[in-house]
């Protein structure tokens, strides 16, 4: 009780006060926070590159210009050719997605299932299919169903516009940053501090480099696997799942159960479903024997068990954004500890009131 005093207790209420205020701002201003988040993604992922382009001799300035355009003009390509094929693909599906279409495709599962699982009652589908159907279908929410696609356009409109500008200020003052940062930080703390950030921005910097080439890889190779089986929908459904496989344990999952949706939508019954399955079977072996021990050799730093409680508990707290950011922010936690632990026990940081009692 002796070492309680007016500053410490001071101190710890001014820290509680800006850990109240911060987080009421990140709550606040969250879609911001979002943006400054993918900007600093896109920054990890580029900073290699420009780091390449400097060491050769090229104005860094001039190297992260250079290398923005070259995104953004890859990104306008991808929105002017890409995108309408896939918009294209999904009006097309979603005119063979109809009422009768879907209690066929029904009927069809529902038979197959009872007659290979027989404590199934019968029509456990199909009596459920009105209701999901009128729900799916509701007039009623049409306006916030028209309200939620208008935000959703108008936050693409403004990430368009935020993203690139401060992509462009992390590569260019990344450095500045991070020294204005540490300069707030006491010097006992400095070196523990330093380290951290190193080891954190390495780390994530080569997850995300690694699952972007990852996803990459998956998206083009189920699109041609799908496209030679002879599924109309194969480039949709091949950027999904290369979207899905960002997701460990689960994402595979996700690509078979769309790839069989959509084949046994796009021809009504299940001659596509077999093939479908065999391509992304191939994507998947593909992933685990050559992609996963190349890419992620240096990334991989957690147990299996480990990484697939903590999509769970990302699961539950956030659904799929959860499972997205689990790896990232428990990779933070999980060097965060480890070097606080390791300074403790070989710098003696923290223990200056054991210092002062001992002398």
């Known amino acids: 009780m002796k070492n309680?005093?007016?500053?410490?207790?001071?101190?710890?209420?001014?820290?509680?006060?800006g850990i109240t205020v911060l987080a009421y701002l990140m709550y606040y201003y969250g879609t911001l926070l979002g943006y400054a988040i993918i900007a600093m993604i896109f920054s990890y992922i580029l900073d290699p590159l420009v780091n390449r382009m400097q060491s050769a001799g090229m104005n860094r300035t001039f190297?992260?210009?250079?290398?923005?355009?070259?995104?953004?003009?890859?990104?306008?390509?991808?929105?002017?050719?890409?995108?309408?094929?896939?918009?294209?693909q999904m009006v097309e599906l979603a005119n063979q997605l109809n009422i009768e279409n879907i209690q066929n495709i029904t009927r069809q599962i529902e038979e197959r299932l009872t007659r290979n699982f027989t404590f199934l009652p019968e029509g456990f589908l199909s009596d459920n299919l009105t209701q999901i159907v009128q729900n799916l279908f509701d007039v009623g929410e049409l306006p916030t169903a028209l309200s939620n696609i208008i935000g959703v356009f108008t936050n693409i409109f403004y990430a368009a516009l935020i993203i690139p500008f401060a992509t462009f200020f992390f590569l260019k003052d990344g450095t500045k940053i991070r020294r204005d940062l540490l300069q707030i930080v006491p010097n006992k703390y400095?070196?523990?501090?330093?380290?951290?950030?190193?080891?954190?921005?390495?780390?994530?910097?080569i997850y995300f480099r690694s699952v972007m080439l990852q996803s990459l890889i998956v998206a083009l190779t189920s699109y041609i696997g799908l496209s030679i089986v002879g599924l109309n929908n194969a480039l949709s459904v091949g950027i999904?799942?290369?979207?899905?496989?960002t997701i460990p344990y689960f994402g595979p999952i996700i690509g078979y159960i769309l790839s069989i949706i959509v084949s046994i939508i796009e021809v009504g019954n299940f001659s596509l479903v077999l093939p479908c399955i065999l391509a992304i079977l191939f994507v998947q072996?593909?992933?685990?024997?050559?992609?996963?021990?190349i890419i992620f050799s240096r990334s991989a730093d957690m147990h299996p068990v480990a990484i697939l409680f903590i999509i769970m508990i990302g699961a539950e707290t956030a659904g799929i954004l959860g499972m997205l950011v689990a790896i990232p922010i428990a990779t933070i936690i999980k060097i965060t500890f480890n070097q606080v632990s390791w300074s403790l026990n070989n710098y003696y940081v923290f223990r200056s009131g054991e210092t002062s009692d001992a002398g």
Not at 4 to 17: G, M, N, P
Not at 66 to 88: D, E, Q
Not at 240 to 245: D, I, M, P, T, Y
Not at 285 to 293: C, R, T
Request: negative net charge; without cysteine; proline residues 3%.
């Open 4 to 17: 309680i005093t007016l500053e410490r207790v001071v101190k710890s209420a001014l820290v509680l006060a």
């Open 63 to 88: 190297a992260i210009t250079l290398t923005l355009s070259a995104l953004i003009l890859i990104l306008v390509w991808i929105s002017t050719n890409i995108i309408p094929i896939i918009a294209n």
């Open 190 to 205: 400095f070196e523990t501090t330093l380290s951290l950030i190193d080891k954190i921005e390495t780390r994530l910097g």
């Open 240 to 245: 999904a799942v290369g979207l899905a496989n």
């Open 285 to 293: 072996m593909l992933d685990n024997i050559v992609l996963q021990p």
